[in-house]
Every structure is written in C-alpha cells, then in structure tokens.
C-alpha cells in the first residue's frame, strides 16, 4: 500500500483500494496516474494487460478490472492525489465491523462513485516504479518470523516446538480480523483461564481447541486467549498475502533481528522507487 | 533511603515487562482482577497520557496490564523497557488516575432487556430486587474492548450475578446493559454476544462523528439509573439530535448504602451542552476512594 502510494507521489499512509480476490471493475471518470501493488490479480486496463509496481496514467473512460488471482490475496491501488476519504479516529481504513471508516465504512459496491484529489499528471510524475529485486515474492508457502510471548508460559513445551517446526494451513475462516490456522494441535500446561489483556498485530492466540488464531488488521482490542507467538510487524504483510489452503511456517526471531528486518523494508521503500525502467539485464 | 527501596522492591515484585511483538511491551501487574491492582494499571496509564512521550503511538490499560505499543523506528525497546521501569517503580497514590462518575439511564426488562426475568428468578428475587441491586452501586470501570467504547465493568453484587448465556446471541443490540459473572456492561453498538441482558440504555456509549467517539475512559466510575420508556424515548431523541452526556459532579456515596444521593443528570437542562474532559480535581480523586469504600461495603466476599 506504501509502495502504490509512492509510485504515484503520494504520501505513504494516504488510503488506497484494498482489494481482495475478486476485483471490481472501475471506470475513471477523470483522468489519473494509478499504480497498483501487492496480490497479482490479472489487472487490465481497458482489456490490455496492466504492469504493476509501476505507475501508469488512465484517461477519462478508462475501465480498470480484474481477473484470475495469480499470486497473492490482497492487492492496493493509489492514485495520483489520493482518494478522497476523510480519516476517522485518525485512519482512512474501513472497518467493516464498526461500519467506519473509509467509504461509508462499507466495502464497495456496483454503481458507487468514489472521489479522489486532484493530483500530479504523469509528466510531473515521470514513470516510477519499484525495482523487481524490491518486490515482495508472495508464496504458498509463507514463512514468517515470530517473536516468543506475551504468554507462552501457558503452554506445554512440547507446544512450542510444535508450533516452530510444523506447517499450519490457512482455514476458510480467515480474513482481516484474525486467521484461523489448522494444524497439530498446540497444548496448555494450564488449565488456569486467562484474565483479557491487549492484543497487537501478528499475536498468535490460542483458544482451548489448540488451533492457531493470528490477529490481523482488523483485530479486536483485547482478548482473553493466551498468545503463544506475536509475528514481527515486517512479516505480517506477507501473511497477508496468505489465502485459504496456504501453508504457514512458523520461525523464531528476537526483537533485535526483528528491528533491523523492519529498517530493511523501510529502506527498501526508500530507495526501491526509481524513475524509469530499472537497468539489468536478463540471463536465458 | 531503606523504605523507598522497600517500596521500589514491592512495586518491581508485583510487575514483569513481556515483549508483545517488536512494538510493544506489556505491563503485568499480579494477574487478578481487583481493584488495587487495576487502580495501579489506570495510574501507569495516566503517568504515560501526562507525558505523552512522542514515541508511544498507543496505550490499553486492561484488568491488571498495561499494554504500551511504541514506533520501533523512534527508539529502542531496551530504552522502553527502562522508561517504563523507571515510571513503575515511581508510582503511588498521589498519581492514581483521576476519574469522573457518570449516571447511565437504563429501561430495565421487557424487550429491552430479555434475560431480567429469568435471571431474577435463577438467583431467586424479585426483577424489581434484581434491578434495585444493579443500580445501588457505583461501578468501577475496569477496562474497555471487545468493540469499540464496550466498557467492562464490576463488581457486580453477588446475589444477581449470572454467568454467560450458554449460546450467544448473534446479534445484541446496541445500548444493551448485560451481566457477566461479577461483571457488568453496556454493548455499545450491535454486536454478537452472550452476557445475559437486563436492560437498555439510550446513551450513545460510541459515535465514531462525536469529537470524543467514547467518553467513558477506563478508571472512571458508572451508576445505572432505572428510566421508564418516556424517559428512554425522550433521551434517545436528544441523542439523535447531539446531545451528549457529562459526568455528574458532586455525587456522594457514603458508604453504607451506595444509594444515589447526588444530582442526577438534569436531562432538559441541557440540550447540546458540551461533552466535558475528565473532572482531573482532588475532588473526583476522593470520590474514587468513596466509591471504594461503598464497593467494598455491598457485601461482596
């Protein structure tokens, strides 16, 4: 979402489309420079295949749609000036649960007509886009790195090494609140309940019936299951890229390590966006 | 000098610091849900909203931890780790959070709240008993979560409390007051849930076009007040038009009875009056205490 919003000048915490699997069709009805980053949904632009990580101008008719997701679930799409959505609580996000945010604090639908802010034309821009050694690989097989806690002591050891050296599946009951995970069963060594404490991106809560729960974006505030793992915030994006039937593995991380992957991805970030094409070469 | 260590040893005792993550420490306090300790979560949290260091990006006080979530690209999570240290071991009484007490009207049974009768006769009283009860005490406000502005709230008196329905509802509306174990609360918007519901009330606990979208804040102190259906139409009206609630000032609780001897909420005295910030006197710091007393006093264990 960072990376669309940049290639197309924007600031990047500036909103963009979250859209997931099945795409929307769009018609501009306004000229715009777009980009569109994350999940490869099989974007076109008036029926010709889009590139992305790469900005790209839209005239007035344009039809923007989606087809077969290739890799990934979730993709973003900036544009140029950004979309016209005014933060809630200090957040442009929807929140589907509390009807918040974002447009109407809805997902779209058909025949809603979306706004957005006048911005740089695409000669002001130039082209920019990520280079391909900066963009994110999205597998079917996600590893992330977790950090220990807040509350592994309420689960038995063997627990732990289970959970660091199996593969859990994603469940059909996963979306941007948490993400059910199915796998070997993760045991307590307590029968002692729990008193309800914060939750955080990326906690791994575990409810009586040992099956993994990651907390995503849209989690709720506080809970009461105990969190045998919290996945490192550079790693989360990854796995939310995961979609049902995924494998996840996955591998301990201290905080240290954890800090300098996230300083990586934000110089990634920083330096990732170039004008023009990028120059290499390709060996076949 | 030896007694400020004692104190500094027993406030250090009590705590641990677990990393949630690589953004967050979490304040442990003794892991049970009492006030004392639940007063020590709202001090700390109060020390952190004073200060607002510039890279806390957020603070959830709960039962008995503090969740503190900084920006890793502002500073270290060793260097959080000592700050928060440092301000644990420096807490007392004088920092303990301020608090305001705010009266929440509340249509008791019929539809507005199904479970009223069936709880009242699983705990063996007269719905009327059961609602006199709910209302007799000021409520601590121990932690809010679960949805946006849900505030958990306790101790209930024994003699009415119930646990969890046994199948949740799919869907409880908003402004429902429920029972839970010794807890009581309020659904701020619709929501599934399985806390047996007694009541309801007009209040918009959450309005996310309010300035303050939730104004009850962790720490402070809730009483129900027992409404009739004009009243609950009359209230919802004013709300729908952007009225907003303030605390009550002056309350007094004098222990012994708990029962509402302070103003009440004048309801037409003030259409469109402006939400008023936390009450941070010694006054409403002592009616803290008050309300302990009386909290104490209800017969609870």
Redesign the interface.
């Known amino acids: 979402m960072q990376a669309a919003n940049l290639l197309v000048g924007n600031n990047p915490g500036d909103g963009a489309l979250e859209i997931t699997l099945a795409g929307p069709r769009l018609r501009f009805l306004s000229p715009g420079v777009i980009a569109i980053t994350g999940a490869d949904l099989s974007p076109t632009l008036d029926g010709e295949p889009l590139s992305m990580w790469v900005n790209c101008p839209v005239g007035r008719g344009s039809i923007l749609a989606f087809g077969t997701p290739r890799s990934g679930c979730r993709s973003y799409l900036a544009v140029s000036g950004g979309w016209a959505v005014e933060p ?2 200090g957040s442009r996000s929807t929140y589907l ?2 009807q ?2 974002g447009f109407q604090g809805r997902a779209l639908k058909e025949g809603d007509q979306l706004q957005f802010h006048p911005g740089k034309r695409i000669d002001q821009l130039g082209t920019r886009q990520l280079c391909p050694d900066a963009i994110p690989v999205y597998s079917r097989q996600v590893t992330v790195r977790a ?1 220990l ?2 509350q592994e002591d309420f689960f038995a050891k063997d627990a732990i090494e289970t959970f660091f050296s199996k593969t859990y599946r994603v469940s059909a009951l996963s979306d941007r609140m948490g993400y059910r995970l199915e796998g070997p069963r993760l045991n307590r060594q307590t029968d002692k309940e ?5 939750t ?4 791994v809560q575990v409810p009586p019936d040992g099956q993994p729960i990651v907390l995503m974006a849209d989690r ?4 009461g299951y105990p ?1 045998i793992v ?4 550079a790693d989360v994006p990854l796995l939310a890229q995961a979609k049902m039937g995924d494998t996840v593995q996955f591998i301990p991380c201290d ?2 390590k ?2 300098s992957i ?2 990586q991805q ?1 110089d990634i970030l920083r330096n990732g966006i170039v004008n023009g094409a990028c120059h290499s070469v390709e060996v076949f | 000098m030896a007694s400020q260590m004692d104190f500094m040893n027993d406030q250090s005792k009590n705590a641990s610091l677990i990393p949630m993550g690589d953004s967050c420490w979490l304040v442990q306090f003794q892991q049970e849900i009492s006030l004392d300790i639940n007063r020590k979560v709202q001090a700390l949290a109060e020390v952190l909203e004073r200060a607002q260091p510039p890279w806390v990006r957020e603070i959830v006080p709960t039962y008995c931890s503090l969740a503190v979530y900084y920006d890793p690209f502002q500073i270290e999570a060793y260097e959080v780790e000592c700050y928060l240290w440092a301000e644990i071991n420096l807490l007392n009484d004088a920092m303990m959070a301020s608090s305001v007490i705010w009266e929440i009207p509340v249509l008791y049974g019929g539809e507005w709240g199904p479970d009223l009768v069936s709880l009242a006769l699983r705990v063996g009283l007269k719905p009327e008993e059961v609602i006199a009860i709910h209302s007799h005490s000021t409520y601590h406000v121990y932690m809010l979560g679960f949805v946006p502005g849900f505030c958990y709230l306790g101790k209930v008196s024994p003699k009415i409390a119930v646990p969890r329905l046994d199948n949740p509802r799919k869907s409880v509306p908003a402004g429902s007051v429920g029972i839970a174990g010794l807890q009581t609360g309020i659904y701020p918007i619709a929501a599934p849930g399985g806390w047996q519901i007694i009541g309801r009330t007009p209040f918009g606990l959450y309005d996310p076009k309010r300035e303050k979208a939730v104004f009850v804040k962790a720490g402070d102190g809730v009483r129900f007040k027992p409404i009739d259906l004009a009243t609950y139409h009359m209230v919802s009206q004013k709300v729908k038009m952007g009225w907003q609630p303030t605390p009550i000032e002056g309350t007094k609780s004098n222990g012994n009875s708990g029962g509402h001897q302070g103003r009440f909420i004048d309801y037409g005295a003030r259409p469109g009056a402006l939400w008023t910030p936390s009450l941070r006197n010694a006054r409403s710091r002592r009616h803290g205490h008050l309300f302990l007393a009386s909290s104490k006093s209800s017969g609870r264990q």
């Open positions: 809630v609580l649960r509390g918040l945010g950090i806690g807040p729990m008193i309800s404490d914060a955080t991106l990326g906690a709720q505030t506080t809970g969190k919290t996945v490192i915030t905080i240290p954890a800090h996230l300083r934000r």
